[in-house]
């Protein structure tokens, strides 16, 4: 794996964050356009969910993101 961005093969891994409300802790991928319910979060109920795998390359700092396969 390389950074796509300078090509640098030195990707150092992590996550993205949420310390929302009831968060797990980490962010999660869910497909499909951002649906509003009637007080303003996000209409998730019923759709799958991917943890999101970051990693930061060493030289410019470009993120890549990837959804962790499903087992």
Not at 25 to 34: C, E, F, K, S, V
Not at 50 to 66: G, K, N, P, Q, T
Request: glycine residues 12%.
């Amino acid at each position: 794996m390389k950074c796509t961005q300078c090509g640098d093969p030195n990707l150092e891994p992590g996550f993205i964050e949420d310390s929302g409300e009831h968060s797990q802790g980490y962010g999660r991928w869910i497909p499909g356009p951002l649906e509003r319910g009637v007080f303003g979060a996000a209409r998730r109920f019923g759709k799958p969910r991917w943890i999101i795998d970051a990693y930061r390359c060493v030289r410019c700092s470009h993120l890549e993101l990837f959804v962790r396969p499903k087992d």
